[in-house]
């Protein structure tokens, strides 16, 4: 079982930042791709940023320049430093995590979700 567990969130103003972090523990192989997801109040979930094992980082047009995703993989974690943040940016984050996993002498791909981080952002 592989579980996350995001911190990070809150209220800030409009130009302000936060960074979130998803901390991922269980019997983890390896750390895959690692990304954050978005979903504002009737809005479908989308992606936001992802960053691969090679550490290489893919971005959401809406925030490119502004969002940062990075990963400790000794420390099993995946942030996002969000910065000046606007209005359209509130919404609930939440990490993704792709897992191998070895568990009875086979390894396994898992995928697991956290439960969410409320990002809130007045004008």
């Known amino acids: 079982q592989v579980q996350l567990v995001e911190s990070g969130g809150g209220l800030v103003q409009a130009g302000g930042s936060l960074r979130l972090s998803c901390a991922a523990s269980?019997?983890?192989?390896?750390?895959?791709?690692m990304g954050w997801y978005r979903q504002a109040p009737g809005k479908q979930r989308e992606l936001v940023a992802t960053c691969a094992s090679d550490d290489s980082t893919n971005y959401v047009d809406s925030v490119k320049g502004r969002f940062t995703i990075s990963r400790d993989n000794a420390k099993n974690t995946v942030y996002l430093r969000l910065d000046s943040l606007k209005p359209e940016d509130t919404a609930v984050y939440y990490c993704?995590?792709?897992?191998?996993?070895?568990?009875?002498?086979?390894?396994?791909?898992?995928?697991?979700w956290g439960q969410g981080t409320q990002v809130t952002v007045s004008s």
């Open positions: 993704n995590v792709d897992v191998s996993v070895y568990s009875g002498g086979y390894y396994y791909s898992k995928t697991a």
């Open positions: 269980g019997s983890i192989f390896r750390l895959n791709t």
